[in-house]
């Protein structure tokens, strides 16, 4: 297949993010982003917050947003905590700059020929680095509140399922790493996902993880997208 470099990508998707600082009932905050949504210059984005409300061509789910953040360095998060007594599903959408990941994410978007990808990920806590990351999902896990950092948690539910909304009903791509670390979150995800079609990568290091979209080397980034999408054309 043919490998489009970023530059070509960018030129053909946008990407916007609904960020928020989750509030605990400690009172302890966590810098978080729910969503991705990679779309295609064709679809209207005068407003991005309704592009919330739209169904996408197909669904990712990933470990983290990493160091994702809005372009506007001005931009203030909106405060979260679960339960939510408002519990709409449209939500703010700002532009934010892609990364590696989600470039492999819009080389199979263009060879399946779509124009709407939403990203969720296993946890919403925005950290790059997974030993860290993992480490504060572990702190988190004992203060009241702290689990919902994960849109598959039981008070989410309602948004999750908003979120995995999409055309067609095509198969859920999941992308989360080999770390072991990552098993209870999976697990937990995969429970609130069961029924659904599932299109993995998949890892001889658990049957719960898989192969990551981008890891290091160009010729194992090639090889992620060609099994990808061998999988989705079965």
Known sequence: ??????????????????????????????????????????????????????????????????????????????????????????????????????YQVM?????????????LNLSDLRDPKSGSFLQKVDVLAEIMGGHTHSMFCRERTAECTHSLKRKGNNPIMLGWGQDAGLIPLAE????????????TVTSDVHPLLNAHPSPMLQSKKLQWLEDMIKELEK
């Not at 297949?1 to 905050?29: I, N, P, Q, S």
């Not at 080389?107 to 990203?119: D, F, L, M, P």
């Not at 429970?191 to 079609?197: A, D």
């Open 1 to 102: 297949m043919e490998f489009l470099y970023a530059a070509e990508l960018k030129k053909r998707f946008t990407c916007y993010g609904h960020f928020y600082e989750l509030v605990m009932m400690d009172g302890k905050r966590a810098k978080c982003r729910s969503v991705l949504e990679i779309v295609d210059a064709s679809i209207p984005q005068e407003n991005p917050a309704d592009i919330s409300g739209m169904e996408p061509d197909a669904v990712v789910i990933m470990m983290n947003p990493g160091s994702s953040h809005p372009k506007d360095i001005y931009h203030i998060d909106s405060e979260i905590e679960y339960p939510q007594s408002n519990g709409s599903m449209r939500k703010e959408r700002v532009l934010t700059q892609p990364d590696n990941t989600q």
């Open 107 to 119: 080389r199979v978007a263009v060879s399946k020929g779509w124009r709407h990808i939403r990203v």
């Open 188 to 199: 937990q995800c995969l429970k609130r996902i069961e029924g659904e079609p599932l299109c």
